[in-house]
Structures are given as C-alpha cells and as structure tokens.
C-alpha cells in the first residue's frame, strides 16, 4: 500500500545567475513498510528532498502526499503538528536538549501533544535502543552512538507515518554506524517502520531493500535490491 507519493517537485534557491536547482521535476512513490536509502554526491538534492517530504521546506512547485493527504494543503500551525504527530525526522547531529535527560528527550514529542505515555511501549524501546539504565542521564554523559540512538527513540515515540534519516550516521565511527543501521533494520521489521534514509556511502544505503539515485537535482536510478 502506497504510503507516501510526490509528484513533480521543483525546489530552486536563489534567482537568475546565482539560481541553483535542487530539485527540478522529482516525482517518487514509496509504499507503507519499505526502507528506502536516497543516494546522491554533494549538492545533489537530496536533503532537499527529505525537508521537502517532511515538510520542513515547501517545494516551489508539485505535491506530497502522506496516505493519500495532500501535505502542503495545510495552514503552517497544521502543518507543525502533523511534523509532530506523523513525521519523524532524524539527524546528522542529534539536536538532543542537554539540560533533559534521556527518558525526557525520547518523550518530548509526546508530552508536548499532551499524549498518554504508554510505559510499555517506552520499555519497549528503551531496551531495543541499549539505553536500559542509561534513562536518568544527560545527553553530555553519553556517547555519539548513544545520542543517536536517544534521537532516534524520540522520533519512533509518537509511531509516526514515515522516517526521514538525513545522513544519521555522518557523524559516527564505523561501528557505531552498524550499530544505528541495525537499529534502523530492527525498527522496521520489528514495528514495519517505513524508513527513508539519506547516505552518500554506498555501503549503506546497500543495507535498504530500494535505492534511488538522485543527481542535480533529478532522481537517475530507483532500483529495488531486495
């Protein structure tokens, strides 16, 4: 079932000479439970397309829906809850707020909805996130690993619609990177998390079961691997 779909997404920074392209034309549909890796050099317009699809940024022109809903139809105050609620967005550097501990930072997005915290379920994901013990301390006495694994838990807390993963592990070493993609693979067999994930390392991104190739702007190649 198809989960999210954008149609001719046009994206352009700046104006006549100094204008740049991020995306021109870019059209893509992912269906519910896919891990999907978004491959591209530098300047290609791939976290573009990720802001774009979390609706972070808004295309210039074209359209994104999420479960058949059109994103951008909404008024901005609309669409900062439906970041909230049905989006989760994950980053290169992990935007923990130092002064919450761990537990505090995993559920923020759920008390600012207001929401019930449902003790299992954060159990759940303490321990499938290696952070059983580690709930009361802040996020300067963890490790680089840790904090992301902490930001990743804040982004699962709320089971949003989709992930968006804008190069997670650009900012650790190599096993902390296969700590966090084995994470991710957990995440969405274990709970069918549809995942969209930005690396510009091949090795990786051969770790999703789809690759789409982005470049200037275009997507190349989108082939299924497994």
Known sequence: M?????????????????????????SLSVQSGEFVAVVGSSG????TLIHILGSVDRPDSGKVYLNGEDVFAQSNE????????????????????????????????????????????????????????????????LSGGQQQRVAIGRTLINNPDVVLADEPTGNLDVRNTQEIMELFK?????????????????????QADRIIAIEDGRIVQDKRIR
């Open 78 to 141: 609309k669409l900062a809850i439906f970041r909230r609620r049905r989006v989760g967005i994950i980053y290169q550097f992990y935007n923990l707020l130092s002064r919450l501990t761990v537990e505090e930072n995993i559920l923020l997005p759920a008390l600012l909805d207001e929401q019930k915290i449902d003790r299992a379920y954060f159990n759940e994901m303490i321990e499938l996130l290696g952070l059983k013990g580690r709930e009361r301390d802040l996020p300067r006495q």
């Open 44 to 47: 290609s317009g791939k976290s």
């Open 186 to 206: 957990l995440s969405n067999k274990k709970y069918e998390q549809t995942i969209i994930l930005i690396t510009h390392d091949e090795n990786i991104a051969l």
């Open 2 to 26: 198809e989960i999210l779909r954008a149609e001719h997404l046009v994206k352009t920074y700046g104006k006549e000479e100094n204008a740049v392209h991020a995306l021109n034309d870019v």
